[in-house]
């Protein structure tokens, strides 16, 4: 992984292999991220589980070929315990999309991604008992 930050942007270049999650965490210690979004992210993405939430659960895909990454956005929230919350949207090799909440990745060939660092904001995560799910808390 290789990075810069320029303001509060995060640039980061990752590459073939490389574990996207660790990455990311690793930049959170690197550029003390506390709070921030996941603004873009583009590149190829291969061994990655993606899922849909419906009816209070995860229903878990795992693909093993690569996929172009077409889209990247999330949040990312270190109050208590760190958390990335990242969606995804990925073209195959059939040109056809598909998408959702991405639970682990490798990068295949690259992965370029641009972070929005919050130094005035403080998000959190909260367990709403109604959805099962930590949500975002803006503090």
Do not use: Q
């Not at 992210?41 to 589980?49: P, R, S, T």
């Amino acid at each position: 992984m290789h990075g810069k930050m320029n303001g509060n942007f995060v640039v980061l270049k990752l590459d073939e292999g490389e574990e996207l999650f660790e990455c990311l965490e690793k930049a959170i210690a690197e550029y003390d991220i506390k709070s921030g979004i996941i603004v873009s992210g583009i590149g190829m993405m291969v061994d990655f589980e993606i899922g849909y939430f419906e009816d209070g659960e995860y229903d878990w895909k795992v693909y093993e070929e690569a996929y172009e990454l077409i889209a990247m956005h999330g949040s990312i929230s270190t109050k208590g315990e760190t958390m990335i919350h990242i969606h995804v949207a990925l073209a195959g090799p059939d040109h056809g999309l598909i998408g959702g909440h991405l639970k682990r990745a490798k990068v295949s060939v690259l992965n370029e991604i641009l972070i929005l660092k919050l130094d005035n904001m403080e998000f959190d995560r909260v367990l709403n008992p109604k959805s099962g799910l930590k949500e975002l808390h803006i503090d």
